[in-house]
């Protein structure tokens, strides 16, 4: 059995090149059509997931003063979900003209700059707009200023309340919210309450609420970002699905899971992996496995001081136990090459499944992993070299070739994601974001955000991304993050189904056996989820 350690886990071609990739059986046709563009206003446009609909968002974000980068980070956000409904275009609003909505559907603004000046033209856009529009945050004050508003709506600008607000209420479920979250939630000010409805409400220490969403009409208010101190738990949950709302209104309610066996290698145990192929065919789930085709120890750390390297081939038993689980319903996919990174501790001890593959960090005084940034060769040929490399394996032992990919620990640079769009067109992850990937600009590493989705989306990397949103059994606490069991995730799937269409989709780790396994299937079933592949997911 594989140490602890293994499960760590944080929580966000040409020439021969492209010979290979046929070779291999990577297709980058998919990838390619589905790559975002850049629009010649400063904007960005983005395509829908698969089965996303028809809709078209436009996502406007704040840009001034010390922290308006952080418009950025919550428009990468905001346009990774949309992209479940259609089409997106995100812009800053400073740049926003009298009639750039006609062409949309739908209009989401982020305010997340105390006073960012509005242009006029939006504010008058909004308050005469019949077409959807969530306004998030900051600023609303100016838009209640315009004649009429208050009238039409019902409701003005309010004061901030700074109240603890640990928990949100919506669709009879409670949310979580971060006790460190200290910026305080808009309380409006309703001048005429039959126009205004509360659709989630925040609940004091003391026991007594505010409104944390409300709806007038064709307009919907949230009284704060909902992308900060983000939990699977969290209030974030709400917002993925008001998006519906605005978006997809005719939805029916639907509740998908999937589970993926996770850091399968070389060394895995043959036994260990055909038990959980046999309990969840038995229970007619089927399931994805991740797989990394070599395992380097270079230090010895786990054989003594001894180093060790070899792939799949030299581990016949192994690939028999990966063919008897794609024969139980099995899809693999690829979990990286190596699932470490070079020689070096990275941040553990340079073994395969406990380190990074493609992105740097350590571990700090306080017990906390601290993500540095690209490995020193970091680029798309070298990320490419390493994908196809790992496909060869694949390939040779007759496994066949992944059709997704899945970034070791979540953690991957620009160029890295481009490599993975370029060659698979699909990732079965969370994705890592960078200011400077929407607008652009030069990547700032040290800003970086993760995000993960409770449905199917094609996120601002141009790839399909299956969602991971529930995480993953965890018997021991660690790196400050704490012990996480069935019940855990079973609680997650259960806040979930707040989501109209949402999924409850984690990792399992096989080292850990059955005995929890029997525990979480019986149990997100009985919550009301249908087991699906994520195959499903990709074909919407």
Not at 195 to 214: E, F, H, I, N, Q
Not at 392 to 410: D, N, S
Not at 511 to 518: A, C, E, N, R, V
């Amino acid at each position: 059995m594989r140490t602890a350690i293994v499960s760590r886990r944080n929580v966000l071609v040409a020439g021969a090149a492209a010979a290979a990739v046929a070779a291999v059986g990577f297709s980058t046709m998919e990838a390619d059509a589905a790559t975002a563009t850049a629009t010649t206003a400063g904007g960005r446009t983005g395509k829908a997931a698969p089965g996303g609909g028809t809709a078209k968002t436009l996502v406007l974000y704040d840009t001034t003063g010390d922290y308006g980068w952080l418009g950025e980070v919550y428009a990468t956000q905001v346009a990774n979900l949309s992209s479940h409904f259609g089409s997106w275009t995100a812009a800053p609003v400073t740049g926003y003209k009298s009639g750039d909505l006609a062409g949309y559907s739908a209009l989401i603004y982020l305010g997340s700059t105390y006073d960012e000046p509005l242009p006029a033209a939006f504010l008058a856009d909004v308050a005469a707009t019949t077409k959807p529009v969530i306004w998030v945050r900051d600023n609303v004050w100016q838009l209640t200023k315009v004649d009429g508003f208050a009238a039409k709506f019902g409701f003005t600008s309010g004061l901030f309340d700074f109240a603890d607000v640990a928990e949100v209420s919506y669709k009879g479920r409670s949310l979580t919210r971060g006790a460190d979250n200290k910026s305080g939630l808009m309380n409006l000010t309703v001048s005429d309450a039959s126009k205004v409805t509360t659709v989630a409400a925040a609940k004091r220490a003391d026991g007594s609420t505010l409104p944390w969403a409300v709806r007038s009409g064709n307009l919907t208010y949230v009284s704060e970002i909902p992308f900060s101190y983000v939990t699977h738990d969290d209030r974030y949950l709400i917002f993925a699905d008001l998006l519906f709302d605005a978006l997809a209104p005719n939805t029916r309610e639907r509740h998908r899971a999937l589970i993926r066996i996770e850091d399968i290698g070389p060394d895995s145990d043959p036994a260990e992996l055909k038990a959980i192929a046999d309990y969840l065919s038995s229970m007619k789930v089927p399931f994805s496995v991740a797989v990394y085709p070599r395992y380097r120890d270079p230090k010895g750390a786990m054989n003594g001081g001894k180093a060790e390297d070899y792939t799949l081939a030299k581990r016949p038993l192994v690939v028999a136990a990966l063919k008897y689980m794609q024969a139980k319903g099995g899809t693999l996919l690829m979990h990286g090459y190596t699932h470490q990174y070079g020689s070096v501790a990275n941040p553990y001890d340079g073994v395969s499944a406990n380190d990074f593959e493609f992105f740097t960090a350590h571990v700090d005084g306080n017990d906390r992993v601290i993500y540095d940034g690209p490995v020193k060769e970091d680029s798309v040929a070298w990320a490419t070299a390493r994908m196809i490399a790992s496909g060869a394996v694949f390939a040779a032992t007759g496994l066949g070739a992944p059709k997704i990919f899945e970034f070791p620990h979540y953690a991957a640079s620009p160029a890295d994601y481009q490599a993975a769009n370029t060659l698979f067109g699909k990732r079965y992850d969370r994705g890592l974001y960078f200011p400077g990937v929407l607008t652009g600009a030069k990547y700032h590493y040290a800003r970086q955000f993760g995000q993960f989705f409770p449905y199917t989306v094609r996120d601002v990397y141009g790839s399909v991304v299956v969602p991971e949103n529930i995480g993953n059994v965890e018997p021991d606490a660690y790196n400050g993050h704490p012990s996480r069991l069935p019940a855990d995730l079973i609680a997650s799937a259960e806040r979930n189904l707040v989501i109209r269409d949402g999924v409850a989709s984690l990792f399992y780790h096989g080292y850990l056996g059955t005995d929890y396994l029997k525990q979480l299937v019986p149990g997100i079933i009985k919550a009301g989820y249908t087991f699906v592949s994520a195959e499903t997911m990709l074909n919407g």
